[in-house]
T-cell receptor, first 114, second 115 residues
Framework: AQTVTQSQPEMSVQEAETVTLSCTYD???????LFWYKQPPSRQMILVIR??????QNATENRFSVNFQKAAKSFSLKISDSQLGDAAMYFC???????????FGAGTQVVVTP | GAVVSQHPSWVICKSGTSVKIECRSL??????MFWYRQFPKQSLMLMAT?????????EQGVEKDKFLINHASLTLSTLTVTSAHPEDSSFYIC???????????FGDGTRLSIL
């Protein structure tokens, strides 16, 4: 069985600062994929970043980057130069099927203060 | 980019009625669609996976007779909540995936309120 754990219900960050969201996962599969999704108040699910477990290099998308520690089963998200528009719920997710059947974590609410 | 339309966005109905939610892929063929349920301030829980032309596969604990899923075409899947009751009130989100290892694209969700 797969599990995804996000232990931070809420994180607060000032504009232009950096915040790191933690995520740990558990799987018995050797092939899997990890994701971070953003859900703003509109509740639309927006893909932030995707990481293939077989790739050692950490994925990066502009101000968003991950720290993927495979042995520790850790997949944290760093948001640099935080902007007001980054305020949202962030979900960590895992799948063994490239893009299918996600197992989501409980989510972390990011609050950005001016 | 790929667009998934979900309709209605918000529905309020009386207890005991059935409600149908549609999920359409507008510019691609969705061989697989997923239905999720999200309670306030909680995560998305996968309810079922449907492949076009096949019966849906339900997750453990999801009543298949309560939540009827149909995926009759490559662009449309429907979720029908039968004999809805207040405890069925929730936010329902669909996602659609094209053939092969294609990304999942999410709809904007449907807020269902049962009075």
């Amino acid at each position: 069985a797969q599990t995804v754990t996000q232990s931070q219900p809420e994180m607060s960050v000032q504009e232009a600062e950096t915040v790191t969201l933690s995520c740990t996962y558990d799987t018995s599969e050797s092939d899997y994929y990890l994701f971070w999704y953003k859900q703003p108040p509109s509740r639309q699910m927006i893909l932030v970043i995707r990481q293939e477990a077989y790739k050692q290099q950490n994925a990066t998308e502009n101000r968003f980057s991950v720290n993927f520690q495979k042995a520790a089963k850790s997949f944290s998200l760093k948001i640099s130069d935080s902007q007001l528009g980054d305020a949202a719920m962030y979900f960590c997710a895992q799948t063994t099927d490239s893009w299918g059947k996600f197992q989501f974590g409980a989510g972390t609410q990011v609050v950005v203060t001016p | 980019g790929a667009v998934v339309s979900q309709h209605p966005s918000w529905v309020i109905c009386k207890s005991g009625t059935s409600v149908k939610i549609e999920c359409r892929s507008l510019d691609f063929q969705a061989t697989t669609m997923f239905w999720y349920r999200q309670f306030p301030k909680q995560s998305l829980m996968l309810m079922a996976t449907s492949n076009e032309g096949s019966k849906a596969t339900y997750e453990q604990g999801v009543e298949k007779d309560k939540f009827l899923i149909n995926h009759a075409s490559l662009t449309l899947s429907t979720l029908t909540v039968t004999s809805a009751h207040p405890e069925d009130s929730s936010f329902y989100i669909c996602s659609a995936q094209g053939q092969g290892h294609q990304p999942q694209h999410f709809g904007d969700g449907t807020r269902l309120s049962i009075l």
